[in-house]
């Protein structure tokens, strides 16, 4: 409780107001004018970078050579705000295609013309799939963000569940992928945007593991 005060102006202040600015640039060069369809787009991308730069955190303290905590403030605050960001997107999502009918999203209309497998198992199916998982894994997440789990579940069973962060992440960027180049078609600018986040996150998480790797046994993770 001590720390809250200094957390709400030195991060949660510019992360929420950065989040805020982001979504409504997004918001507003959406092509498209449908409010649902704007929502989910000007979500999408704020927390895509938000996931991708509190995993930055720990491989970069271990580049400089610093020891990394278990937990960390910066980073564990980013990551709520990734949470609830990509949370806020996979609600609004639901709702974007298929106009009343979001269980078509996880299931065909009609199994019988797919050899009686209801599930979606076509390239639709995979991305919302991934992305069902992905807002699974960040509730997950956003509740363990605390000291009260922490002191509750001991360091090392805190930090097993910290990690799925990088399934989630594997997840965020297939469903990400599927969306753009597959039923979507975004303009080059965002698909740009999306491939930075995912490749520097993904080399400098790369290099992070490596270098942790050459060292006597430190946490390295992601809160």
């Known amino acids: 409780m001590r720390r809250l005060p200094k957390r709400l102006l030195r991060h949660h202040l510019p992360i929420g107001l950065a989040t805020f600015l982001g979504g409504a640039?997004?918001?507003?060069?959406?092509?498209?004018?449908?409010?649902?369809?704007?929502?989910?787009?000007a979500s999408a991308y704020p927390a895509l970078i938000l996931i991708?730069?509190?995993?930055?955190i720990g491989p970069l303290?271990?580049?400089s050579g610093k020891r990394v905590p278990v937990s960390m403030d910066l980073r564990r605050d980013l990551g709520i705000w990734a949470g609830m960001t990509g949370l806020f997107h996979a609600a609004v999502g639901q709702f974007v295609h298929l106009r009343g009918r979001p269980w078509l999203y996880?299931?065909?209309e009609n199994s019988r013309d797919r050899n009686l497998v209801p599930l979606r198992h076509d390239r639709f199916g995979f991305a919302n799939?991934?992305?069902?998982?992905?807002a699974l894994i960040l509730l997950l997440l956003l509740c363990l963000s605390n000291d009260a789990s922490l002191r509750k579940l001991r360091t090392q069973s805190w930090k097993r569940l910290q990690r799925w962060n990088y399934a989630c992440f594997a997840l965020i960027a297939v469903h990400t992928f599927l969306y753009q180049l597959g039923m979507e078609r975004q303009k080059l600018p965002f698909v740009a945007t999306a491939i930075i986040a995912v490749v520097t996150t993904?080399?400098?998480?790369?290099?992070?593991f490596r270098l942790q790797r050459s060292r006597p046994p430190r946490s390295l993770g992601g809160a």
């Open 61 to 63: 303290k271990v580049m």
């Open 52 to 56: 991708s730069l509190s995993l930055l």
């Open 202 to 208: 993904s080399l400098i998480q790369w290099h992070g």
């Open 25 to 41: 640039l997004f918001y507003g060069v959406h092509p498209i004018s449908d409010l649902i369809g704007r929502l989910s787009f």
């Open 129 to 134: 799939y991934t992305g069902l998982s992905a």
């Open 106 to 108: 996880y299931v065909y």
